[in-house]
Every structure is written in C-alpha cells, then in structure tokens.
Antibody, heavy 121, light 111 residues
Framework: QVQLQESGPGLVKPSQTLSLTCTVS??????????WTWIRQHPGKGLEWIGY???????YYNPSLKSRVTISVDTSKNQFSLRLSSVTAADTAVYYC?????????????WGQGTLVTVSS | QSVLTQPPSASGTPGQRVTISCSGS????????VYWYQQLPGTAPKLLIY???QRPSGVPDRFSGSKSGTSASLAISGLRSEDEADYYC????????????FGTGTKVTVL
C-alpha cells in the first residue's frame, strides 16, 4: 500500500520561501510510471493543481504559479519537494502531495493527509 | 477561478439519487478524461471515479460517472449518511495555459 506524507514548516513569513517535502512509502519513485504532484486547497475553498515531477526530474508547473514554483525529487530518499518563493497570505493553504497515474490527467490514486501552511508575520 | 463549474450544493434523503454536474469546455472535458473525488470533512480527497466512468476497487457501485460533450456528471444512488461530503471533478486543460483543473466543488448534504 502506497503512502505519502507531507512535512515542513506550518508557518512561513511573507516574502519568504515555502518548502515542503513528501515522503513516499510502499513504492519507489524511481520505478517510474507515475507523476508526483503537489496540490493545494485554500481554507474553505476548492483544489488547485500546482505541478508535478517525474522520477527522471522532468517537471511541469501550473502557468499561474510557474514563476515561483520549483519541484524537485530525491530518489535516494524516495521523496519529492515543493518550493514556493515570495509567498503572501494568498498562499496560505493545505498542501497535498499525490500520485498521478498518468501525468497530464488528474488521475490521483494516492494522496498525503495534507499539511496546513500559514503565511503570516 | 476554476474553469470547471459545479453546483455549490446538492441534497437528498437517505435512499434517494443525487446527481452532480461538472461543466467545462472543449479544451478540458471535451478532450480529456474526467475524474471525481470525494472529500470528507478534515480529510484528503479520495478518488471516486476515473476515466469518466470507472470505479476504483473498493468504491461502491452506488457511485457512477458519465460524460457527454463538455459536461460530466456524478450520480450517487441509494444515498447514505456517510456520503455527506464535498465532491470535485477534475481533468486536464489543454488550453494555452495547460494545467490540471478542478471543479468548484459540490457539498452534498444528506437530509
């Protein structure tokens, strides 16, 4: 059974960089075939797709966030990470990591439990 | 602002059938598969329907999905109290700003 777990600071100051890591267990990122994705949900709102990374390191980001987003992978640790720069209060959200079975599809079969990140001074 | 439009709410009594619509365009639903997610309060979304109308193992057959043109629907038959949740459609959008997109979400209330 694949499991994903987000970790990182729950509080980030405005203008700083948000950094989160997703640890995958029960399956290897380096086995390929899946696209490891970040999604966020603003408080009381809907879901927003942020971007994904393949085990090879190739990425695709939401154009609306592209200038501020970096997703990276560490196959040795079976982790992938999200960095979002120049954050504002509008970036306060629950951040989820998920596995996309096909990439470019929104076919998310496994999700992390989510982690709330608050942007505040 | 989501490109996929859902009704904000839907409701029914136990045993009834509830249908949720998801309206998109030719660059998203009209071209790609639709997926449905159920989000119980305080939890992560869970895959409910994949590739328009397929159910993952473990999802009751009370849940069914369909797609026609640029719209999709999720039906819940034999409504149960545990179905009270938020439901989201999702797909890929192939427009100039290609990305994954989610619906606005529908809160289902069991009366």
């Amino acid at each position: 059974q694949v499991q994903l777990q987000e970790s990182g600071p729950g509080l980030v100051k405005p203008s700083q960089t948000l950094s989160l890591t997703c640890t995958v267990s029960g399956g290897s990122i380096s086995s390929g075939g899946y696209y490891w994705t970040w999604i966020r949900q603003h408080p009381g709102k809907g879901l927003e797709w942020i971007g994904y990374i393949y085990y090879s390191g190739s990425t695709y980001y939401n154009p609306s966030l592209k200038s501020r987003v970096t997703i990276s992978v560490d196959t040795s640790k079976n982790q992938f990470s999200l960095r979002l720069s120049s954050v504002t209060a509008a970036d306060t959200a629950v951040y989820y990591c998920a596995r996309d079975r096909t990439g470019g599809s929104c076919y998310f079969d496994y999700w992390g439990q989510g982690t709330l990140v608050t942007v505040s001074s | 602002q989501s490109v996929l439009t859902q009704p904000p709410s839907a409701s029914g009594t136990p045993g009834q059938r509830v249908t949720i619509s998801c309206s998109g365009s030719s660059s998203n639903i009209g071209t790609n598969y639709v997926y449905w997610y159920q989000q119980l309060p305080g939890t992560a979304p869970k895959l409910l329907i994949y590739r328009n109308n397929q159910r993952p193992s473990g999802v009751p057959d009370r849940f069914s999905g369909s797609k026609s043109g640029t719209s999709a629907s999720l039906a819940i038959s034999g409504l149960r109290s545990e179905d009270e949740a938020d439901y989201y459609c999702a797909t890929w959008d192939d427009s100039l700003s290609a990305a994954g997109v989610f619906g606005t979400g529908t809160k289902v209330t069991v009366l």
